[in-house]
């Protein structure tokens, strides 16, 4: 792992305190307050438009609470290169002209800086990424022509490129069928042996309960 000079290891690796975010006069988010340590996993349950998204943009630094504090190893949330946030795969463009380890490699922008080639190192990481969630054969494939739980498996390796300890996943498990789900969730069991702390957004009560904390 890189060094973080802004971690204050014996923090929480995620603390929400009190937070509220109001929206054009209504209240998305009320006086939440939890924290989550190292390799815990975690599902945030509600029905769509309950705030999941919400909470994931604060704790990822895109979008400013309106009160409450967020820290990430005690310090606030944007420009920490720990945390993934694994959109929803309807909001992405599948059209768009890249290729699989074109992704991947996008996890490691933020250690390359401004201008700057990926060296070998930067490969070997997005290869040890796709072999991790087990997709290596794909990596030159162009990302629409992924089923839906290979492009989860690709964003996953992304973060892993990224060297993520802390991945924020919205809905990945929708839409998928059960032996994706399955795996897919067999790959969360492997994050946690890496120690990586996953925050799963899902409207599914039962899988909730049967595979989170």
Request: net charge negative; hydrophobic share 40%.
């Amino acid at each position: 792992m890189y060094p973080h000079s802004h971690h204050q290891e014996d923090q929480p690796i995620l603390d929400v305190r009190h937070l509220n975010v109001r929206y054009n006069g209504r209240m998305a988010l009320e006086n939440i307050t939890f924290h989550l340590h190292a390799g815990e996993r975690v599902a945030v349950v509600g029905p769509n438009g309950a705030g999941k998204s919400t909470l994931f943009k604060v704790v990822s630094g895109v979008l400013q609470p309106s009160s409450g504090d967020v820290t990430i190893f005690g310090s606030q949330p944007g420009g920490h290169v720990c945390i993934a946030y694994i959109p929803q795969r309807s909001q992405v463009d599948w059209n768009f002209p890249v290729s699989v380890a074109d992704v991947v490699m996008m996890g490691r922008s933020a250690k390359l800086g401004p201008l700057n080639w990926p060296r070998k190192q930067d490969w070997d990481f997005v290869q040890h990424a796709l072999e991790t969630v087990q997709i290596n054969d794909l990596a030159s494939r162009q990302i629409s022509q992924l089923s839906g739980g290979q492009q989860q498996r690709m964003f996953i390796a992304r973060a892993l490129a990224q060297e993520a300890e802390l991945m924020l996943m919205d809905e990945p498990l929708t839409g998928l069928d059960t032996p994706s789900q399955e795996g897919l969730l067999d790959l969360l069991d492997t994050l946690r042996g890496q120690s990586v702390t996953v925050m799963v957004a899902t409207h599914d009560l039962d899988q909730a309960a049967t595979h989170f904390d």
